[in-house]
């Protein structure tokens, strides 16, 4: 320690008796310093580097100002942030949004179903009380005008991460099942391109499966991302119908 002076005096306090970090603390706490803060949308955007040198920078929004600054050290789990708090004294814990995967989910389309999903959820929130039939009809309006859904988390006033939109079709899950176990079977019947050409209608089949479990997708990126998931699926569908294959001939 460095006294009045330059002087330098042996520390006061006695490190010898200091315990490593226990086996049992929570290690999906990741430390990070904070590198830049700025304002967007009224929100305060704080940009992170990992302190452990994995992983890139990272860039998170809340939902009110933080008291925090350049160089200090912040620790992230999940979506909270726990930092110390020098205008109280004391630490905090805030609830803090990915805003790389944020900005992504707000670019993605809604569907009819999920504006009636959504109006649905209104609608026991005004049999519950918790909204007037006058707030849900400008509610309404609104949801029908959304486009994105970012607009629509706007609308409900709700974080984009933590909007609930319609669920998949069991229908369109159990055709991609069915589809996969087409494609298992078929390489499990034949080998070469024999084996190729009877996986046609499982490819077919997983292709319109996935087109339509990504409705939030532009159509052009929606059709080609079907056609890259039914040619990856392949692999997979390839290597269990050859394992099939080969134990039906061992036996």
Known sequence: MTTVGGRQAPSHRDFSVAQ????????????????????????????????????????????EPLPLQADDLVFVRAQQMSYFNREACEPAVVEVEDARRAAAIAQKLITERDREHVLATVAAQVAAGDMTPDEMASVTVAVQAARTRGELADVLKVRVTDLKVAPPRPGDLWLLAIAFVLMVGATSAAEGG??????LPGLLLVATAVYRLNPG??????VSFAVVAALVTICPAGVLGGAIQVEILHR
């Open 217 to 222: 997708m532009e159509r052009g990126p929606r």
């Open 194 to 199: 024999r084996s190729f050409l009877m996986m």
């Open 20 to 63: 490593r970090q226990s086996e049992l603390r929570d290690r999906r706490w990741k430390l990070h310093a904070v590198k830049d803060i700025t304002i967007e949308d009224g929100q305060p955007r704080i940009t992170l580097q990992p302190l452990d040198g994995a992983g890139r920078w990272t860039s998170w929004t809340a939902s």
